[in-house]
């Protein structure tokens, strides 16, 4: 019976000493978040350089210039993950599933948002986007739950925390007629 459990505890040690190598640092929830997360990311920074020739209000020009400037680097960090664990990196030009990520917005909106210039645009851009951070909290939470990489965790909680923040600061902004 001693041997039994020698034999399993070896084993039981084993697995868990394979499990704490970089490559092995992380499950099938860090993969999911950061492989839906890298198209939503490049689908908001997408939105907001549409603001540069929309004649977007200096408010909401500047929150565009933000979150481009913040989520080019995430994306990065993101498609860093994804090699470290060599897992697939998304296509530039694949903007994933609309049922991949929440609040991911359709070609047809993406052209639609696109033809707006001033105060239509201004509403549209912050309302869509406000929508788009929601999708992105919203996934960010469900990584901080089911996921195992720390690196993985601890940007999920970066994304959550400034998302939440540009969300209140888009309301405002839509309150003020920006």
Do not use: Y
């Not at 697995?15 to 860090?30: E, I, K, P, R, Y």
């Not at 198209?39 to 540069?52: F, G, L, T």
């Amino acid at each position: 019976m001693t041997r039994i459990f020698a034999v399993l505890f070896a084993a039981l040690t084993a697995v868990t000493l394979a499990a704490c190598g970089s490559d092995s640092d992380f499950n099938d929830a860090d993969v999911a978040f950061v492989t839906g997360m890298v198209p939503h990311h490049r689908q908001a920074v997408e939105m907001a350089q549409m603001a540069d020739g929309a004649g977007a209000s200096p408010e909401v020009q500047d929150l565009a210039d933000r979150i481009e400037a913040a989520q080019g680097p995430e994306i990065d960090t993101m498609t860093g993950f994804l090699e470290d664990w060599d897992q697939p990196v998304p296509d530039a030009s694949d903007m994933g599933s609309m049922d991949d990520m929440q609040g991911m917005m359709s070609d047809i909106e993406m052209q639609e948002m696109m033809a707006l210039s001033g105060t239509e645009f201004n509403e549209r851009f912050l309302t869509e986007m406000i929508e788009h951070h929601k999708g992105a909290i919203a996934e960010a939470q469900q990584e901080q739950q089911d996921g195992q990489n720390a690196d993985a965790i601890d940007l999920a909680e970066q994304i959550e925390a400034a998302q939440a923040e540009e969300i209140t600061e888009m309301e405002g902004l839509l309150e003020a007629g920006s």
